[in-house]
Structures are given as structure tokens and as C-alpha cells.
């Protein structure tokens, strides 16, 4: 069964064996003179002290955005799992070296021979509807042993999900890998393989 393209970025799935599971969230600020919205699965980054969607493919993240809270212009709080463009908000922000995500490629298959390669990501719009999720995408292209790239392959979607199901494929296009972090923040980056 062919892979077909979907909204999710970066989700989480867990952590790495030997990681302590951390669950905690991390709550930072989103400034109102952003002006670009931030979506569930976004990887973010820090500008000028506050979270910005990262647009720097070979830069360290800081983490995967998870969801936003915000005073709307009614004076009511929402949570959101997307946070609107020009919105002061706090958003939540998985941040754990050890945690794991799915993530779809762009167009070329990511196979076996990937995995232990860093790679980052490609920058991708979001959308509002069904879930305010993310449009980024692991780019097969930069798959490589760059110690600067952002992620790290550490398996195929096939090896976690049941057969049949969409990102399983590994034969064709936009099937979906798992990564953890590799140039972060809180851990530096290691040379792939």
C-alpha cells in the first residue's frame, strides 16, 4: 500500500531505552510580534528570549511544540494545539534529550541503511483544521553524518506500526521514520553514521 502525505510533524511516541520517561511539559512564552503561527509537531527554537517555529534546518531545536494556552481577544483563555500567528501564549514544549517521534519524509523513502544517520527537516505549513498539526517533514535528502542536523534516525515507522497502516511502505514515497534529538539544546551533536 502506497504512503499517502499527512499533517503530524513531529510526534511524540516515547523515549530511548535507557532515558528515564519525563512526560513533563515545558511551559515558555510565544511574543505577539510573532508573526507565524506555531503548530502541534513544530520544532521550535528560541529567538530573542522567546519560541519561535525553527526555520534553521542545521541549527540546535529546542524542542517539539505540544499544544498552546492563550487570552483570546474576547478576554476568554482557550487551549489550543496550535498557537494563531501574533499571539502572546504559553506554550507547552516536549523537550526530553531522550524522547522519540514519528515523523513522514518528503517524497524519497528514508530506508534501513538510514538509520544511526542524522537528519533535519523541512519546513511545512500547518493546518487548522483536524487538530491545528503540523506540515514539517523529515527531509531524506540531508540524511547524513552532519553532527550539526537536528535529528537522529533511530528506526522505521514499519518496525513500530502494524503493516498496512499509512507510513509503513518502506518502498515508496513519504513513508515515516522514528527520530529523537540530536543537536538540541540540552544535548550536543554526534557525528551519524
Do not use: E
Request: hydrophobic fraction near 35%; include cysteine; aromatic fraction near 10%.
Amino acid at each position: 500500500m502506497s504512503n499517502t502525505t499527512s499533517f503530524m510533524g513531529f510526534k511524540h511516541i516515547g523515549f530511548l531505552p535507557g532515558y528515564a520517561p519525563d512526560y513533563q511539559l515545558q511551559a515558555l512564552t510565544v511574543g505577539s510580534g510573532n508573526a507565524t503561527a506555531i503548530y502541534r509537531g513544530d520544532p521550535v527554537v528560541f529567538s530573542s528570549g522567546v519560541i519561535v517555529a525553527a526555520t534553521s534546518t542545521s541549527s540546535p531545536v529546542h524542542g517539539i511544540m505540544d499544544g498552546a494556552q492563550y487570552t483570546d481577544s474576547s478576554g476568554n483563555t482557550k487551549w489550543s494545539p496550535y498557537c494563531p500567528a501574533s499571539q502572546t501564549a504559553t506554550v507547552y514544549i516536549i523537550s526530553a534529550p531522550g524522547a522519540m517521534f514519528l515523523a513522514q519524509a518528503l517524497a524519497t523513502a528514508i530506508v534501513t541503511s538510514n538509520i544511526n544517520s542524522n537528519i533535519s527537516f523541512s519546513v511545512g505549513s500547518g493546518t487548522t483544521i483536524g487538530g491545528g498539526f503540523s506540515g514539517y517533514l523529515l527531509d531524506r535528502a540531508t540524511a547524513g553524518t552532519t553532527n550539526t542536523q537536528p535529528f537522529r534516525i533511530v528506526g522505521l515507522a514499519s518496525t513500530f506500526l502494524a503493516p498496512g497502516v499509512n507510513g509503513t511502505d518502506n518502498t515508496s514515497n513519504n513513508n515515516q521514520a522514528v527520530v529523537t534529538f540530536n543537536s538540541q539544546d540540552f544535548h550536543a551533536g554526534v557525528t551519524g553514521v
